[in-house]
T-cell receptor, first 116, second 113 residues
Framework: AQTVTQSQPEMSVQEAETVTLSCTYD???????LFWYKQPPSRQMILVIR??????QNATENRFSVNFQKAAKSFSLKISDSQLGDAAMYFC?????????????FGKGTKLTVNP | DTAVSQTPKYLVTQMGNDKSIKCEQN?????MYWYKQDSKKFLKIMFS???????INETVPNRFSPKSPDKAHLNLHINSLELGDSAVYFC????????????FGPGTRLTVT
């Protein structure tokens, strides 16, 4: 079974600085999708960025980028120029496709605090 | 326009009661899900439906019964509520193929007293 590990329960960053959130996963599949979701205090789950495993190029969405290391099974999220609105729980997720059924397997999350 | 909606957003009830949470998506997706987020914020899948057919049932107690009247709706009925059922329940949907992104509803915070 696939597992996702986020080793940093909490992180903090100064406004305008850069922070990296770690994520590792375990899978025997060769093709898969990885996601970072953000959950602000409103509790809405918001997709931040996605990565397709067959693409070697790291995904980028504005101030958010990933460092995808397929061999190491690592998928870290970098937030540049951090803003107060980035404060939230961040979840790394693996899209599992087994026996015709699809689900997201989540890590336990990292709580990000942005200090003014 | 709301893509995935859930009602109610908050639900407070007593142990032993039966309650339902409703979910609707207007995205035309084929697959819908229920996830449970516990007090430590851990999210785990409970069920998935594809075109009204149950696909995933992740060893959830049979007090939980999902029902999908059509592919735009997936409801969750919970019988004989227990304290441990207190959590946030998220509905989500996704299209078949493509980026496989799942779109989440706003969540229903269930508190069992």
């Amino acid at each position: 079974a696939q597992t996702v590990t986020q080793s940093q329960p909490e992180m903090s960053v100064q406004e305008a600085e850069t922070v990296t959130l770690s994520c590792t996963y375990d899978t025997s599949e060769s093709d898969y999708y990885l996601f970072w979701y953000k959950q602000p205090p409103s509790r809405q789950m918001i997709l931040v960025i996605r990565q397709e495993a067959y693409k070697q190029q790291n995904a980028t969405e504005n101030r958010f980028s990933v460092n995808f290391q397929k061999a190491a099974k690592s998928f870290s999220l970098k937030i540049s120029d951090s803003q107060l609105g980035d404060a939230a729980m961040y979840f790394c997720a693996y899209r599992s496709w087994t026996g015709g059924s699809e689900k997201l397997v989540f890590g336990k999350g990292t709580k990000l605090t942005v200090n003014p | 326009d709301t893509a995935v909606s859930q009602t109610p957003k908050y639900l407070v009830t007593q142990m032993g009661n039966d309650k339902s949470i409703k979910c609707e998506q207007n995205l035309g997706h084929d697959t819908m899900y229920w996830y449970k987020q516990d007090s430590k914020k851990f999210l785990k899948i409970m069920f998935s439906y594809n075109n009204k057919e149950l696909i995933i049932n992740e060893t959830v107690p049979n007090r939980f019964s999902p029902k999908s009247p059509d592919k735009a709706h997936l409801n969750l009925h919970i019988n004989s509520l227990e304290l441990g059922d207190s959590a946030v329940y998220f509905c989500a949907s996704s299209p078949r193929g493509g980026s496989y992104e799942q779109y989440f509803g706003p969540g229903t915070r269930l508190t069992v007293t």
